[in-house]
């Protein structure tokens, strides 16, 4: 296999977990959480290794997915008690375990190679020459081992509870109401989340693990409302951003997992401007339009108060508006059939649309 072949499927196999529990977390607006579990786990590798005496990444993995289910539970403890709400309880409980693990490592690792750059920044260009070997036998990069176990575990998640995820997402009443347990449905979804983070910052780094888990679903959340196809479309997102952030990288020379998250970050952006129901574009047509039909309906309404008929000058007077607003306004409403203007003489009369129009303004 070449090198670019296993790194953009590493970055596949990132993105599509972090794109399915990503849609998730960003529907429960707990999008910080992946953030959260990445610093925490600094402990938990730290203690796995003064009970194994080793760095082995099974070691370090099961220590670090205990510290990150142990965070999502401190996280759903604190926001239970109602004093804090779930922003404050994950920003809490975070910088609690990361700086527990600055303090382990300072003060009993220092002879070990453990430090933020071991936990935090992985990096992808190196997955081609990190081999799983068992008894002799090369399998393979690791990455594909450990993100393809992760992706496994996570579709299975997202296909077998699917339902219980919407309902518990969008109505935990509900989903209580009816039987479900919106409590071990969000640990379950912790623990894949938790699973995922872990399972990927050795071989791509939190930072990119992060990014996927929170860029490519609130792009998705943009552009359409159907959680399906929210999921499906962030899917797509996260894996053109890999290939794409890939050869930009190589053409470029920079950092590949940067420019993954560049890329992913360049989508949001597209996103934001144009989506027809969030963008800014759809937004700022939307108040003009408005301001368009609020003037019409107020003229509309006046004339009607005037008996139906005036003219330009008097209507100016009694809108109290400049001649371009109102001409503007007039020229609109004569274009679809709601007033009848005559040249030369600057009289404005209702039509017999207008007059419907104008009195279901009235009421």
């Not at 999502?72 to 109602?82: I, P, Q, S």
């Not at 081609?128 to 081992?145: A, K, Q």
Request: glycine share 10%.
């Amino acid at each position: 296999m070449s090198s670019d072949f296993i790194i953009i499927t590493t970055g596949i196999l990132v993105a599509v977990p972090c794109a399915l529990l990503g849609t998730m977390l960003v529907l429960r607006q707990m999008a910080m959480m992946g953030d959260a579990i990445s610093h925490a786990v600094l402990p938990g590798i730290v203690v796995a290794f003064f009970i194994s005496e080793s760095l082995g990444p099974l070691t370090s993995l099961v220590g670090a997915g205990a510290f990150g289910l142990l965070c999502a539970v401190l996280v759903e403890k604190l926001r239970n008690t109602g004093r804090v709400n779930e922003d404050s309880s994950i920003g809490i409980v975070f910088t609690a375990l990361f700086a527990l693990g600055v303090f382990l490592v300072s003060r009993f690792a220092t002879d070990v190679h453990i430090d933020l750059q071991h936990v935090l920044y992985g990096e992808i260009a190196f997955s081609p020459l990190n081999s799983l070997i068992v008894g002799g036998v090369d399998l393979g990069p690791r990455s594909f081992w450990a993100l393809g176990i992760v992706t496994v575990l996570a579709v299975a998640l997202v296909s077998l509870l699917y339902k219980e995820l919407k309902i518990g997402t969008f109505d935990p009443g509900m989903a209580a109401a009816v039987g479900l347990s919106p409590t071990l449905v969000h640990y379950l979804l912790m623990g894949a989340v938790s699973a995922t983070t872990v399972g990927a910052f050795d071989s791509v780094g939190a930072i990119l693990v992060v990014a996927f888990l929170i860029v490519p679903p609130a792009t998705a959340y943009l552009l359409t409302e159907k959680l399906l196809r929210m999921m499906a479309l962030s899917v797509v997102l996260g894996v053109v951003s890999s290939v794409a952030g890939y050869y930009l990288a190589a053409l470029m020379d920079v950092a590949i997992a940067g420019m993954m998250a560049v890329v992913a970050g360049g989508f949001f952006l597209l996103a934001l401007l144009v989506s027809p129901s969030h963008g800014l574009l759809a937004g700022l047509l939307r108040r003009r339009r408005n301001r368009r039909t609020f003037s019409r309906d107020l003229v509309l309404a006046r004339l009607e108060r005037l008996g139906g008929e005036t003219t330009e000058e008097e209507l100016s007077l009694h809108l109290d508006w400049e001649g371009g607003r109102l001409a503007a306004t007039l020229g609109e409403a004569s274009r679809t059939g709601l007033v009848q203007m005559s040249n030369g003489r600057g009289e404005v009369s209702l039509t017999p649309k207008g007059q419907d129009s104008a009195r279901a303004v009235s009421r």
